[in-house]
């Protein structure tokens, strides 16, 4: 496997929509606080430059899950690491890395759901639609892309690749 010569998304691309995201997602929360949830380890880039871009009062904490037996697609999802902050009560901004074929997403909806916030929303940087399987929609996607492995910006191949400024696909050699 090897990199793209040229990105699919830049950085200065990212960092533009970045600032339109940050933007609609302050407009939505209407002057509310927000607690952003990033979903580690992926949408740690994102979520820390997507903070910095949206006004007024925002928390930040962390959720995670892990993946028993079988690929990351397959396997059985558990909540390995939860938010500190207690999110009942609270209009929570959940940011993903991808939206591939929704399972992730759904799992961790669902256990933050439980906890009950005030609001749930979700932000994801990409969206491969074509992929889904779980019926699940971002309420603010970054960009939407065609059915490729792509790596950059957080996304990684085997823990590779995750410090890359800009986002790239992944191809056969
Ligand atoms: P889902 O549960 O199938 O939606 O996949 C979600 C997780 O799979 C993401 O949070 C990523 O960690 C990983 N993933 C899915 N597609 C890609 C990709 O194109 N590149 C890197 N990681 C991906
Ligand atoms: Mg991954």
Redesign the pocket.
Known sequence: MRLSREPLIKAAEITRRTGVLGRQIARAAKGEPLILVA?LK??LPFAADLLRRIPGEVALDFIRVHSYAGT??SGR?EVSVRPEISLTGRNVLLV??????????S?IMAAVLAMEPASLRLCAL?D?PV????P?EADFVGFTIED????GYG???NESYRNLPSIYR?EEE
């Open positions: 979903v992926g949408a990351q697609s999802l993903e890395d991808i939206l591939d074929t929704g399972r992730t997403a799992h990409l491969k992929r889904r399987v779980m699940v490729h492995f792509v790596v996304l990684d191949y992944l």
